[in-house]
């Protein structure tokens, strides 16, 4: 019934093309989170729609590396934005962000409907860029989407160290001679690419989820960098291959919203089921520490040790 | 020289504020006035048609008689298509408003129901008699009844009954008219049917990007297939591209269409997954769904796009015809 | 601007005619201030009077408004390897997943470049660096986990395995209990003793008088500089602090008790 393979064809090349995205998202989206750039790359994700209706509109060309190149030009120049308008006017943090990400998408909006409203030929369809299209993924896009993923996960591997410093004490880090805004921009550079990269997975809505969602699973189960990562991408290549076998199975079934949905179920899962940090753990280890006490009340030589209350959370 | 200062006199300064308020509205008001539509429309009356293939209708049937204008044009999307305020106000000035109905155009529905209770608005499909129409929930119709020639055919009448009771002068004409159309309506009606029995009935299966050709197969005896549903708006997910492809591969359709109007992207994934599989799909070409063609496409009427659609499809499915013109332009 | 240079001046630190502002608002005002190693050299002054500033200052971590700071007669930028940097804690993200002694291989980093990663040497350093400041046994602890004074020992862990000349410290004593603070000066000794310049900016008058052998008195401006002894006067301490004149007057004289002993 499937031919030579063992699932449908257009299953396994959704299913490739968004297992390396998920893992890449999660990976890259780490470093968004530890280095607390997650609501910029949300800003960026917002911006991408108008470089995609830009792209369509000055080249006239559809495939996907166009659209996508266009998407990315608009993300970086919203960051870029961001940063000046941190820098250079008095407006907070919080508020700059929302201010860029309101205005570029508002732009890529009015941009869209202006242009379907005008019958711009291929401009039918592109507000798919808004919660994803995967199930009309071809090979072709698959392997670039898997490309890029792939170059992001090795981009963190190499400068992992750097990037971990600067996230955590970025003043010493900077009193050691290091480049701490070249790395920080470099940092958000690679979110905006993993933005653009998962706009087909999950649309510009929704991206920010995938780079967001698995980091925080993740850090429910470990205290280490290396680990986290490793965490997860695997959570994230979970999600993603989850929602695709969901929406195989389900009629009507758009991928990018189930992916999202999956790595939530995840993400709740961690939050309460993990070792030490989950909620369960830590209702236990409240009644065990209660037990510990009152059986001390009855002989105060049995109390617990102060290195052992030391070791709660 | 007398210097003007405000902070003496406040008084003085909001009075003139308000006064030059007051006639910049009453400007406004009067211009709005004069622009208002009289009641009993001299010619050439002014009609707005929504989308490309009612601009068509509307041309045929009163052809110089009206002064015509589109909201939509070629290649535009009529089911998402979301009127600006600039299209409000066209709207609201036109003394006839020709819309397709059937909530075709979905999100233009609430805009024109309230224009109907100030200007009339007619939609043309809404008239048909609901037996001949294909229901997809209850009382949910399909809209794209101008894919079966002979079903359009009744839409002439309806629109001609309209412009003869805002315009009486020319109602013999608009009626006339009407009748030659829906006769060369029915005419072009056999003529399609003949042309697809040229393709053999077990391949006789049309794919396509949205389910808008319902009324052509059911008219036709050609099977459709829509990957997105029927309208636009919903999104084709992962199971129902696998569907298709099974269809396609275990059926040994040789070719896929895609539409003017709608993304292509989902046929893309589709061909390559029957490909895979071992089974060429070719594209077929381009079809005219949901809107006509521009200028120079060859396709700006009704009748010159059905007959470009149905080259097309029995040149791809394989009629042994040679195709009529090149592919579609939008 | 100077090129760099060899060593040819003696002193291992110079702020010439040091100004910061904050905007328009002057933090620090025409700082002239040369210290010498080895030693503990204290930096007292009252809150807001710009002592975290003149660090920052000095390590580049704030723009100067003029003058500038040499070290060992060079530009920072020739000699960062040398400097060695214990921040203050709030600027730390402690829910970080990172341990103990992942903390203290950062001290490494500058040494190593560029992408290249910490080795079995750079481990060995980082364990040492632990053991002096007392830590050895926690060193897979998440740095959340520890009281205010194990967390000020890791950072001075980390400034240790930077093995640098000149060590930067903002108040490292603030929020740590007592016997932490004995600790760590303990270790400061240690550098001392091992030639080193350590530069403390510190918040409490009396404990300053007993550990540093001279400090620098900074109210914006520099009010004096010296021997612990001969600058934390009652009257220079006034001139600083305005405070109530019965506390400083204490201080005068246990300042003055110190002098007496031998």
């Known amino acids: ?313 | 020289m007398h210097r003007w200062t405000p902070r003496r006199s406040p008084g003085r300064a909001a009075r003139l504020a308000g006064w030059i308020t007051c006639s910049l509205w009453g400007a406004l008001w009067a211009a709005d006035v004069a622009a208002a539509p009289p009641a009993q429309a001299p010619t050439p009356l002014r009609v707005l048609a929504t989308t490309t293939v009612v601009a068509d209708l509307v041309r045929q049937v009163a052809g110089d008689l009206v002064a015509l204008d589109c909201l939509m044009g070629p290649g535009v999307d009529p089911h998402s298509y979301k009127a600006t305020p600039r299209d409000a106000d066209r709207l609201a000035r036109a003394q006839l408003v020709v819309a397709s109905g059937l909530h075709l155009e979905g999100k233009l529905s609430e805009l024109l129901g309230r224009l109907g209770k100030r200007l009339p608005v007619v939609s043309v499909a809404d008239a048909l008699p609901q037996n001949k129409l294909l229901e997809l929930a209850p009382g949910l119709y399909d809209p794209h009844v101008w894919f079966d020639a002979s079903l359009w055919a009744g839409c002439p009448a309806v629109l001609a009954e309209k412009l003869a009771s805002l315009d009486p002068v020319h109602a013999p004409d608009y009626r006339r008219r009407a009748g030659e159309y829906a006769a060369r309506l029915q005419a072009l009606h056999g003529e399609l049917t003949t042309q697809l029995g040229a393709v053999p009935q077990e391949r006789r299966v049309l794919v396509t990007a949205h389910d808008a050709f319902r009324y052509f197969g059911r008219a036709y005896g050609v099977e459709v297939v829509g990957v997105q549903g029927t309208s636009t708006e919903s999104e084709a997910g992962l199971n129902d591209i696998n569907r298709l492809v099974d269809l396609v591969v275990e059926r040994r359709i040789p070719a896929v269409f895609v539409e003017t109007s709608v993304s292509d992207r989902n046929v893309a994934a589709l061909r390559e997954g029957a490909a895979a599989r071992g089974h060429a799909v070719a594209l077929g070409g381009r079809l005219y769904s949901d809107s006509l063609g521009g200028p120079g496409s060859g396709a700006q009427t009704l009748e010159e796009a059905l007959r470009s659609n149905v080259a097309t499809i029995v040149a791809g499915l394989g009629g042994g015809e040679s195709p009529a013109t090149g592919s579609p332009q939008p | 601007m100077s090129r760099p240079q060899p060593d040819s001046s003696p002193h291992c630190l110079e702020f010439h005619d040091v100004t910061v502002a904050y905007g328009r608002r002057p933090v620090l005002w025409n700082i002239d201030l040369t210290v010498d190693g080895p030693g503990l050299f204290g930096i007292i002054g009252p809150n807001g009077a710009g002592k975290s500033t003149l660090l920052k200052a000095a390590l580049g971590l704030v723009p100067l408004a003029g003058g500038s700071v040499q070290f060992f007669g060079q530009p920072l930028r020739a000699v960062r390897t040398r400097v060695g940097y214990v921040p203050q804690r709030e600027t730390v993200d402690w829910d970080f997943p990172v341990s103990v002694f992942d903390v203290v291989l950062m001290g490494t980093y500058a040494r190593l470049g560029w992408f290249r990663r910490p080795g079995p040497r750079e481990r060995e350093l980082a364990r040492d660096c632990l053991a002096r400041v007392g830590l050895a046994d926690v060193a897979n602890r998440q740095i959340g986990r520890l009281s205010g004074g194990q967390q000020q020992r890791v950072f001075l862990a980390r400034a240790l395995a930077q093995q640098a000349d000149l060590y930067f410290l903002d108040e490292p004593m603030a929020g740590v209990d007592a016997r932490s603070q004995e600790q760590i000066f303990a270790v400061l000794s240690a550098l001392r003793a091992a030639g080193k310049l350590i530069v403390v900016v510190h918040h409490d008058l009396r404990s300053a008088s007993e550990w540093f052998d001279r400090v620098a008195l900074v109210d914006m401006r520099l009010i004096a500089t010296g021997p612990a002894a001969e600058v934390l006067t009652p009257e220079n301490l006034q001139r600083t602090y305005a405070g109530p004149l019965d506390v400083l007057d204490e201080l005068g004289r246990a300042v003055a008790r110190r002098e007496r002993t031998p």
């Open chain 1, 1 to 313: 019934m499937t031919g030579p393979f063992p699932l449908p064809y257009n299953t396994l090349v959704v299913a490739g093309g968004m297992a390396a995205v998920g893992c890449a998202a999660g990976v890259v989206g780490c470093l968004g989170v530890l280095r607390r750039r997650s609501l910029a790359a949300d800003a960026a994700s917002h911006a991408t729609l108008a470089g995609v209706a830009l792209a369509l509109a000055a080249t006239g060309r559809r495939e996907l590396p166009v659209l996508l190149a266009g998407g990315l030009l608009t993300a970086i120049g919203s960051l870029v934005v961001l940063v000046m308008l941190r820098r250079f006017t008095r407006t907070r943090e919080d508020a700059a962000t929302a201010i860029v990400l309101g205005v570029s998408f508002g732009l890529g909006i009015t941009l869209l409907s202006g242009m379907t409203a005008r019958g711009i030929p291929g401009s039918a369809g592109l507000e798919q860029f808004l919660l994803g299209q995967t199930a009309a993924l071809t090979a072709a896009d698959a392997m670039l989407l898997g490309c890029l993923s792939v170059a992001a996960v090795t981009l963190v591997w190499v400068g992992l160290k750097e990037v971990v410093l600067v996230a955590f004490d970025a003043p010493f880090a900077a009193a050691s001679g290091w480049p701490v805004f070249a790395i920080d921009t470099a940092l958000v550079a690679l979110l905006a690419v993993m933005v653009v990269v998962g706009l087909p997975a999950a649309g510009a809505v929704l991206v920010t989820a995938l780079l967001v969602i698995p980091p925080s699973a993740a850090r429910q189960w470990t205290d280490r960098v290396a680990t986290m990562l490793v965490l997860s991408g695997a959570f994230g290549l979970t999600a993603a291959l989850v929602g695709v076998a969901i929406s195989a199975a389900v009629p009507r079934l758009a991928t990018g919203p189930v992916m999202v949905l999956a790595a939530a179920a995840i993400f709740a899962a961690s939050f309460f089921l993990a070792p030490k940090r989950g909620v369960w753990a830590r209702w236990r280890q409240q009644r065990e520490l209660q037990q510990e006490w009152s059986r001390a009340g009855r002989d105060p030589t049995q109390a617990p040790t102060k290195a052992a209350g030391r070791s709660g959370p």
